[in-house]
């Protein structure tokens, strides 16, 4: 069974632009959620969507975004990018949404704005 | 409120010793609980979990955990450390209404 996959892995960026990140969750999969990782800030949780439907969200600015399509194959969107969005853009996702909380990760999408 | 904490920000072991992480978490309920392995420029991968079952819980690349509830901890262990192990650690916690709460990170360091 295929993994999670992300795309682009490598993306660089300039200051004010946007940004949209794919993940395709593993089949069967219906829960998938996106995470920021930096040096300084370690894992931070961004959301999470369920059955097309943001169901958690983390404390991010509204510059960060997502949806997620009737497949779960979900993006991410940055808008107005900053020089402090650098990062690697994990996603991950999960059989069901109710208390199973095992998730696959995918191997991440490494962000930098110059 | 929910939370894990990882007593270590690094360990260092020679190889061939044994390996401890430690993992205490916070929780009004019985959590589930998750040890994750971050190799660099790579994602999280499932390393063991715990889903109040067996309290010892035995996953992948030799590595186990126990689950004391008396002590509120879930240790990451392995008898003997290869250099391939060289990687951070993540301790994961998961209850309530689908809340997961991620621990800062362990790195372990490997010594030839």
């Known amino acids: 069974k295929a993994g999670v996959t992300q795309t682009p892995r490598y993306l660089i960026k300039t200051r004010g632009q946007q940004v949209t990140l794919s993940c395709s969750p593993i089949s069967g999969h219906r829960s998938v959620s996106w995470y920021q990782q930096t040096p300084g800030q370690g894992l931070q949780f961004l959301f999470e969507?369920?059955?097309?439907?943001?169901?958690n969200k983390g404390n991010f600015p509204g510059r960060f975004s997502g949806r997620q399509f009737s497949n779960s194959r979900s993006e991410m969107n940055v808008s107005t990018l900053e020089l402090g969005d650098s990062a690697l853009y994990l996603c991950?996702?999960?059989?069901?949404?109710?208390?199973?909380?095992?998730?696959?990760f995918g191997p991440g999408t490494r962000l930098t704005v110059t | 409120a929910q939370s894990v904490t990882q007593l270590d920000s690094h360990v260092s072991v020679s190889e061939g010793t044994p390996v401890l992480l430690r993992c205490n978490y916070s929780s009004s309920y019985s959590p589930s609980l998750f040890w994750y392995v971050q190799h660099p420029n790579k994602g999280l991968q499932l390393l063991l979990k715990?889903?109040?079952?067996?309290?010892l819980v035995k996953g992948i690349n030799g590595f186990e955990a126990e689950f004391k509830k008396s002590e509120t901890s879930f240790h990451l262990t392995k008898p003997s450390a290869h250099m391939s192990d060289a990687a951070e650690y993540f301790c994961v916690g998961g209850t309530g209404a689908n809340n997961l709460f991620f621990g800062t990170g362990t790195r372990l360091t490997v010594i030839p």
């Open positions: 969507y369920f059955s097309e439907t943001q169901r």
């Open positions: 715990y889903t109040s079952a067996a309290t």
């Open positions: 991950a996702s999960r059989r069901t949404g109710n208390n199973d909380y095992e998730q696959y």
